[in-house]
T-cell receptor, first 112, second 113 residues
């Protein structure tokens, strides 16, 4: 089974700071998704990256898929309290199989 | 409103007492899946179904059964629950197309004593 390791596990920052969350594996994924989960709710998809080296932006969030499709990063610029939550990466092992491996998550708290 | 619903949301039971957690989606999605979420382990896929004819095991299927008799429903069955199945369970659905976006239900918190 492929593993996805996320770092850091916990992050507490002040409003306005920048941060980067990493998602790493020793194996190749056909695609990688990022989700955000808030307490008492299920994860909600933020983005899907599918091509090595791909960069996608979602307002203040920038997602990058590694060239070798083994790792990904999420960068948040000027974090806001509304960004607080659990961020999860998830990789599809083989394209079209719908078997997903989730990372262990990064719990972010943005203080006002 | 497009959604995935799970019932019950909370359940406390005892070892060995069979239980079923229901999952229903109203988005006409082909794909459905069950996950469990445990501290430090993230979400782990239990079973998934690509359509009503195909169901397959995820990473942690032991002790669980599923049924996909119709497109909208995908119940999770624990024939003989044990304490190590105490967890937060999520059902998800998706269109089943390329780079499938998963829509998650609100979760079911299960405690097995």
């Amino acid at each position: 089974t492929q593993l996805l390791e996320q770092s850091p596990q916990f992050l507490s920052i002040q409003e306005g700071e920048n941060l980067t969350v990493y998602c790493n594996s020793s194996s190749v994924f056909s695609s990688l998704q990022w989700y955000r989960q808030e307490p008492g709710e299920g994860p909600v998809l933020l983005v899907t990256v599918v091509t090595g080296g791909e960069v996608k932006k979602l307002k203040r969030l920038t997602f990058q898929f590694g060239d070798a499709r083994k790792d990904s990063s999420l960068h948040i610029t000027a974090a806001q309290p509304g960004d607080t939550g659990l961020y999860l990466c998830a990789g599809e092992e083989i394209y079209g199989t719908y078997k997903y491996i989730f990372g262990t998550g990064t719990r972010l708290k943005v203080l006002a | 409103e497009a959604q995935v619903t799970q019932n019950p949301r909370y359940l406390i039971t005892v070892t060995g007492k069979k239980l079923t957690v229901t999952c229903s989606q109203n988005m006409n999605h082909e794909y459905m899946s069950w996950y469990r979420q445990d501290p430090g382990l993230g979400l782990r896929q239990i079973y998934y179904s690509m359509n009503v004819e195909v169901t397959d095991k995820g990473d942690v299927p032991e002790g669980y059964k599923v049924s996909r008799k119709e497109k909208r429903n995908f119940p999770l069955i624990l024939e003989s629950p044990s304490p190590n199945q105490t967890s937060l369970y999520f059902c998800a659905s998706g269109r089943g197309e390329a780079y499938n976006e998963q829509f998650f239900g609100p979760g079911t918190r299960l405690t097995v004593l």
